[in-house]
């Protein structure tokens, strides 16, 4: 066992690549989303996500960012809405259990504000969306915050009598706050 | 302000506003029992939403009752009414009006408490003055359904009381607020 996730280790540090990129840290980092129903703003949280994202303050082009959300430990901001939230019309967290964002495009907008172009599949459905980011360092991290919105119906997400938007409303703003660790050798061991 | 009735009736607003808010309390009760217990669905967030709009209109209702009170003297008890039922009423009248305050006032924090907020017809929001707390929130719940089986039994004493009046002791009291005209 102890060989293998040698191997492993060892692995991942020769293949160009797949190490540079650092994984957010999870505690200080959240996504976080806000609906309204009956017009009453109620938001949630998605509880356990991974997320790589590396960052060149110089080259904007070459930063990325990829995030995998694992949807049952959403919740919805009350312990009904939790229930309901995983079932079949919503998230179908059952057939569909992660959801996934993947960066596309860089742009820088102005300093330390970017404009990320990317795809995002929630319950199977791939989407592209489009989201304002401020980074900024903190303490020995880079900070991400940003967010965008989306329409449920779009991911079918609330089907059947939940499709209904007079209820739930169809928009959803999805907020995030990455903190990854600031990696300048890995930085400047990508560009080469 | 409305023409007197006699001096001694009710004035037409203080009718408009006792069966208004009496046709509330009751709807609003219902809705309460009601959509406790129904699964989650689109219908369930409608009728939370509704029984939150009815109770804070309750509300508002009693708020303007209270200052209509204080400018117009409600009218006496009929002579031979004994002192003791004169006691009764006055103190089940003021627990009504008690609870047309608290319920609503509960009913508004308990929903802060679980992360609700309450936005009146889905336009106003009306702000929360408590954080979410889960504990908070069952506590909230808890006294909001025991003033409201205060307020149901308070509401049976008054029904009947009102029954009393009316078929017993043959008097004007229903009739009064009822808009008949008040004493003859
Ligand atoms: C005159 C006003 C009101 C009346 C007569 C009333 C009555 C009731 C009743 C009878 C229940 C069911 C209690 C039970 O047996 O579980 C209930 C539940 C509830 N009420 Fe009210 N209510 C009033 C106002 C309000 C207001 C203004 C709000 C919030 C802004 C509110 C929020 C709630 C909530 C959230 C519940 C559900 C608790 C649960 O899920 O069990 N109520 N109400
Ligand atoms: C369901 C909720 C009800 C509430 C909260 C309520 C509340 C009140 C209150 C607070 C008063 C005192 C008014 C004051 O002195 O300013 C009052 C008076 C009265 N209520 Fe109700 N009431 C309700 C239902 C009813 C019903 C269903 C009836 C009749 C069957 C009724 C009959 C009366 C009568 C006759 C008076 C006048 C008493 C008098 O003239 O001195 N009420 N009510």
Redesign the interface.
Known sequence: MKRLAALFLTMLIFIPGALYSAPVERDKSSISFLTR??????SGSFKRFDADVSHDPKDAGKSRASITIYMDEVDA??D??T??IKRKPWFDVKNHPKAEFVSSSIKELGPGRYEVAGKMTIKGRTREVLAPVAVKKDGGLWLFEGGFTINRLDFSIGEG??A?TG??DDKVEVRFRLLAPVEEKNNKRRLK | MDKPVEDIGWTRTAIALHWGTAALIIAGFALGEYMGDLA????K??L??YHKWLGVTVFALAVIRLAWRAFNAPPPFPQKMPSWERAAAKAAHALLYALLFAIPIIGWLGSSA??????Y???IPIPDLLPKSKELADLLEEIHEQLNHALFLIVIAHIGAAVKHHFIDKDDILRRMLGGGGRK
């Open positions: 129903q009956m017009g009453v703003p109620v901001g009350s009904d809405g229930v309901e009598p939940w209904d209820t739930v | 989650v669905s689109p219908m967030l409608k939370y939403s679980h992360g609700f907020q309450t936005v017809l889905g336009v």
